[in-house]
């Protein structure tokens, strides 16, 4: 099982050459298998660039999400007591975006791999990641 950070979601649906190799890899795995964790925090990241035109497609925002949840084996995960808690729990050196950081803290949550390629993200000594 793998976290799926949100420009991962995205490229992935939309961009999917924008993604590393042992991205792609680990997607197809998971596919394959338990599966892959889409925060529900992404849905409004998602909604936030399509409303500031960040993220253009031919679909509604409503039909757009529609199609990506079809397109894996995606696990929608809201945020618990515990992702909230450890989210707070990061240094200051993490990310500072609260949407990263609750992505961040349900890969520990959830002992999965985060797929991102945020540099920061990856350089955070306590979220496994793979790029």
Not at 32 to 51: H, N
Not at 93 to 119: G, Q
Request: charged share 20%; hydrophobic share 45%; glycine share 2%.
């Amino acid at each position: 099982m793998i976290v799926a950070d949100t420009h991962v979601i995205i490229w992935d649906a939309l961009k999917p050459d924008l993604l590393s190799q042992p991205a792609r890899d680990a997607i197809t795995r998971a596919n394959k298998g338990d599966g892959i964790i889409f925060c529900e925090i992404s849905l409004w990241e998602i909604a936030m660039l399509v409303q500031k035109k960040r993220l253009q497609t031919d679909a509604t925002y409503q039909s757009l999400i529609k199609l990506i949840l079809q397109s894996n084996n995606y696990i929608l995960q809201g945020i618990t007591p515990q992702i909230a808690e450890l989210s707070t729990l990061f240094p200051p050196t993490v990310n500072k975006d609260p949407a990263d950081r609750l992505i961040a803290a349900t890969a520990i949550a959830e002992n999965a791999i985060l797929v991102t390629a945020d540099r920061n993200l990856r350089q955070a000594e306590s979220v496994d990641t793979l790029w």
